[in-house]
Nanobody, 117 residues
Framework: VQLVEAGGGLVQPGGSLRLSCAAS????????MGWYRQAPGKQRELVAI???????NYADSVKGRFTISRDNAKNTVYLQMNSLKPEDTAVYFC????????????WGQGTQVTVSS
């Protein structure tokens, strides 16, 4: 299974970015898709997840600014990030899993998001 991420980059505070992550390969069923991030010197943390049926969960720090969505036909998850802040700077990782127990759990290679003036 391959996860290909795109959309990271450098943006000024208050700006927007849209991340995408496409899953391909021998994956028959996707239950959940999500984004995590890791800033230098910090642990990886949850940003947002979306599970089958459309239920979502967001970190408190991004609520109201970020929106996660998925295209099941394309096995793709998106993260729309608005009103970006310098503290959003991190490597963002895509995560995909096949069932509620995360029996099979896949990670992308990460994409850098830098928020700076």
């Amino acid at each position: 299974v391959q996860l290909v991420e795109a959309g990271g980059g450098l943006v000024q505070p208050g700006g927007s970015l849209r991340l995408s992550c496409a899953a391909s390969g021998s994956i028959f069923s996707i239950y959940g898709m999500g984004w995590y991030r890791q800033a230098p010197g910090k642990q990886r943390e949850l940003v947002a997840i979306i599970v089958r049926g459309g239920s979502t969960n967001y970190a408190d720090s991004v609520k109201g600014r970020f929106t996660i969505s998925r295209d099941n036909a394309k096995n793709t998850v998106y993260l729309q990030m608005n009103s970006l802040k310098p503290e959003d700077t991190a490597v963002y990782f895509c995560n995909v899993w096949t069932d509620s127990m995360k029996t099979y759990d896949y990670w992308g290679q990460g994409t850098q998001v830098t928020v700076s003036s």
